[in-house]
């Protein structure tokens, strides 16, 4: 029989046991999904230069990846409209859980963890009511999902915790899909983007929507400051030669400013920013299309210049400047517009960069 003593004592033999961390992982700085030379894909952690930790198997083509703030552990999302997320330790390649969207549901490609970790929240599709739902999973009891709430539009393909470690920013990209029309567009006419803050527990707090002349311009991705600065990169659904600004900057209480590229170089990014990043007070947006990082001052908004890049989308903070990703295997460093370093993979980089 446990006695009261041995009960603590086992209490205290467990509070003293080594928790695993990203250490035990290698200590990567990214994650990035690829699709290798056999046609599988897999989930990689790569070093501050860009060099391989590891890879680990996916079962279909990933999209974005959420890393634990503390625990050597990813969530791979399937690429939108995936149905499927799973729960990577990273530390043993083991798959601790997966996840699949309830009935009626799909996720875009992304997910946030609270600050503590006890909680992932997942941009979701309600796609019989067209509406943007939030999930809630709990992290302690195997990612169970223990609620849901409204992102406060359509669409929400991204969503990032804000510094206040209270609220979190949803990118409501506007776009109504149905899985039984795979990837097509249903309301393009319709679109009403926006970002939305919103409560943890799901209360709207303030929300921010384009000029409507710019309802087609699909607010996807985010990237978030210390001090509170979102970033957000957009996509143009309507005629590319109409040129519409493809990145924003908000804070909250603020009207959103709109940046853009000089006329030439604005146009070879072909109407599409890939993905953000905010680092050291500047804002970098990519475009495969037009195989083109583009910086821009985060406080003036002054465009400070690009650096060109083959299929390159994938984006994230280096140090004073910013590391890409290419669908040509690519991994590079930038500093201004210089190249600083530079890995190259047998692969084919997905969309994202995910810092850990």
């Known amino acids: 029989m446990t006695t009261r003593r041995g009960f603590l004592a086992g209490l205290a033999a467990a509070a003293s046991f080594p928790r695993p961390t990203w250490a035990d992982a290698g200590s990567p700085a990214y994650l990035a ?3 290798v030379p056999d046609g599988s894909y897999r989930l990689f952690g790569l070093t501050a230069a860009g060099e391989r930790l590891f890879d680990l198997p996916l079962p279909d083509r990933g999209h974005a990846a959420a890393a634990h703030p503390t625990r050597p552990e990813a ?3 399937a690429r939108r409209p995936g149905t499927f997320a799973l729960v990577i330790d990273c530390a ?6 997966r996840l699949e969207s ?10 946030a963890f609270s600050s503590d970790g006890h909680t992932l929240f997942t941009p979701e599709n309600d796609y019989e009511a067209g509406q943007g739902v939030i999930g809630v999973w709990d992290t302690r009891a195997d990612y169970t999902r223990i609620d849901e709430f409204p992102s406060g539009g359509v669409g929400p393909h991204d969503a990032r915790l804000m510094p206040d470690h209270e609220t979190l920013v949803v990118a409501n990209g506007g776009i109504d899909t149905h899985p039984d029309s795979g990837r097509t567009k ?3 006419p319709l679109m009403e983007p926006n970002l939305t803050y919103v409560t943890l527990d799901g209360r709207i707090l303030e929300q921010v929507e384009l000029d409507r002349a710019l309802h087609k311009n699909s607010i996807r991705h985010l990237a978030v400051s210390p001090d509170g600065q979102v970033a957000f990169a957009m996509q143009w659904q309507g005629d590319v030669a ?7 900057l908000h804070r909250r ?3 959103a400013r709109l940046l853009i590229a000089p006329d030439e170089a604005h146009r070879r990014m072909e109407g599409y920013a890939g993905s953000v990043a905010l680092s050291g007070g500047v804002v970098a947006i990519t475009s495969p299309r ?5 910086r821009f001052d985060a406080e003036t908004g002054a465009f400070l210049g690009q650096h060109a890049s083959a299929d390159v989308c994938g984006v994230s903070a280096a140090g004073t400047g910013f590391a890409l990703t290419t669908g040509t295997g690519l991994v590079e460093g930038i500093d201004a517009d210089r190249t600083a370093w530079q890995a190259r993979h047998d692969c084919r980089w997905d969309n994202h960069l995910v810092a850990i």
């Open 92 to 97: 043993t390649g083991t798959e601790k859980a």
């Open 242 to 248: 109409d040129n519409p600004p493809l990145v924003g």
């Open 290 to 294: 037009g195989g083109l990082a583009q």
């Open 75 to 77: 969530v791979a999302f």
């Open 253 to 255: 209480g603020e009207a």
């Open 102 to 111: 309830p009935e009626g549901r799909h996720f875009y490609g992304h997910g």
């Open 33 to 35: 999904a690829a699709q």
């Open 186 to 188: 249903l309301n393009i």
